[in-house]
């Protein structure tokens, strides 16, 4: 005991946990730090997806949209910035903007990219299920409600495993209900 009634023994043992502590802490970020300067890129072939443009109209509304039960003509652009095709896995579904809260899956599939980029013009069915939400949400509401849809693909080879995804989505979309 120190002359001040102070347990010298004590305060040594907190410091040396203390400064391992402090230790450990600072060898962990090290650690984690050089793990992230040298682990190697994930691979990254696609891309960039533009948003892709809604077609469809009905008359007497002001931007894209499409009647209850037809299907949604989109045009869009995909890439490939590699130099060889590229597999692709992808799927998409219906996400409801306004009100928010619904997404319903659409479909999936597997493609592939060529080098350069691809315009394509998607002829989409409109699912049951976005049907009867549509009709729920203007009996409720008295509006109409807005749609986009929102896809992912990932790219995939034995060589390189799985690659980075690229995300893509539809510019938004009335569904007018009568």
Not at 99 to 107: C, D, K, L, M, W
């Amino acid at each position: 005991m120190s002359p001040h009634g102070l347990d010298t023994g004590r305060q040594m043992r907190w410091a040396v946990v203390a400064v391992v502590t402090l230790a450990v802490a600072l060898g962990l970020t090290l650690g984690f730090v050089l793990y992230q300067s040298t682990r190697p890129e994930r691979w990254d072939p696609l891309g960039p997806y533009p948003v892709q443009t809604v077609l469809s109209r009905v008359e007497g509304v002001k931007g894209p949209a499409v009647m209850l039960g037809d299907d949604l003509r989109v045009a869009g652009q995909k890439c490939n910035a590699s130099s060889r095709p590229v597999t692709t896995r992808g799927s998409y579904e219906w996400v409801m903007v306004i009100p928010p809260g619904s997404i319903i899956p659409a479909g999936s599939g597997s493609a592939i990219r060529v080098p350069g980029c691809t315009a394509f013009d998607y002829l989409n069915p409109m699912p049951e299920a976005v049907v009867a939400r549509s009709e729920k949400v203007k009996a409720n509401t008295g509006v109409d409600p807005v749609w986009r849809i929102s896809g992912k693909d990932t790219p995939y080879s034995v060589k390189h495993g799985v690659g980075e995804p690229r995300t893509y989505i539809s510019e938004n979309f009335t569904i007018v209900v009568p």
